[in-house]
């Protein structure tokens, strides 16, 4: 929840309108893109690392991912669509303003469809209680970076799932 309260709050300062000194606005969005993608980095993280504590077997994790990439897909013609929308009631394109409205209109209704997805998505407790009972027995998975990169790219489950997401990303994109 820490990283999407955040990230929101950088998208809105990343379209506040800001004075038109040209090195100022420079620092503004690079402090801002940092901070957001920062954010945004640890909300996908924790939310979609659950993914596997919560989804247990192959055909609940195929269901999810189905319905995450159709929601997915719906969104974003959602936004395609609505941001020209938003931003012609506020003045245009050419009015500053209108995009910090932009923002906050997009925000607040993103919030408002992503607060039962934050609701749910918590580790059960049988995870936790699981976690902590192979963490005292010395169970953990303690691998080293190197080697768990290398297992992951030796697994050809996981870099077809990279690849797929890949081509999904770059799709939507170009959406």
């Not at 020209?84 to 050419?94: A, E, K, Q, R």
């Not at 932009?102 to 699981?130: K, N, T």
Request: aromatic fraction near 14%.
């Amino acid at each position: 929840a820490i990283g999407f309260i955040g990230a929101v709050f950088m998208t809105i300062m990343l379209f506040l309108p800001i004075p038109p000194d040209p090195i100022f606005a420079v620092v503004w969005l690079i402090c801002f893109l940092i901070a957001w993608d920062q954010l945004q980095t640890v909300c996908e993280l924790s939310l979609n690392g659950l993914t596997v504590d919560i989804f247990r077997d192959a055909d609940q994790r195929a269901k999810y991912g189905s319905y995450a990439t159709i929601w997915g897909a719906i969104f974003t013609v959602v936004r395609v669509i609505s941001i020209p929308i938003t931003l012609g009631l506020y003045g245009g394109v050419s009015e500053p303003t209108a995009y910090f409205f932009m923002a906050i209109v997009m925000c607040i209704f993103l919030s408002i469809v992503l607060i039962p997805h934050l609701i749910s998505a918590r580790e059960p407790q049988e995870m936790i209680e699981l976690r902590t009972k192979l963490d005292r027995e010395g169970k953990s998975s303690s691998d080293s970076f190197i080697k768990a990169l290398r297992k992951s790219l030796t697994d050809k489950n996981w870099m077809s799932f990279i690849i797929a997401y890949l081509a999904y990303s770059v799709y939507l994109a170009c959406i």
